[in-house]
């Protein structure tokens, strides 16, 4: 087997595919009850880490170690991968882009990638002169 193959747990593990394929694995592998986070970075890539583990958890670990308020926190994300990080944040920002089930669960929605959607926030939010 491949866990044979290791010498220590993996911290992640990455499966990239067909989106039809990863999209029925990454359901299988949330409907099996396994301690794991199976989360969809791209249509084709799913992300399955250990329980707990997500970029939002990472952030607000860092807000607590850092003693920073999350109100005084941007996060930009344009995935699922992003989603708990952006809803950890004071202000949780979905680029353009995002699949629709994130940007609805933003607080903004700015342009994509190809629309300089980062500096419209840096600008807007950060600088105020937007």
């Known amino acids: 087997s491949l866990t044979a193959l290791l010498d220590e747990d993996p911290h992640k593990i990455l499966v990239v595919g067909e989106a039809e394929r ?3 694995l990454g359901a299988r592998v949330r409907a099996a009850g396994l301690p794991v986070h199976a989360v969809h970075s791209e249509p084709t890539y799913l992300e399955i880490l250990p329980s707990g583990v997500s ?3 990472a952030l607000r670990a860092m807000l607590r170690a850092l003693a920073v308020d999350a109100e005084r926190v941007v996060a930009i994300g ?3 991968n ?3 990080m952006i809803e950890a ?3 949780g920002v979905a680029m353009g882009q995002a699949p629709e089930g994130v940007r609805a669960r933003a607080d903004y929605v700015c342009g994509t990638a190809e629309e300089d959607g980062v500096r419209e926030v840096i600008e807007r ?3 105020g002169g937007g």
Do not use: S, Y
């Open 78 to 80: 344009d995935n699922w």
């Open 82 to 84: 992003d989603l708990e």
């Open 55 to 57: 970029k939002g958890t």
């Open 89 to 91: 944040a004071g202000l």
């Open 125 to 127: 939010f950060v600088l």
């Open 22 to 24: 990863v999209a029925a």
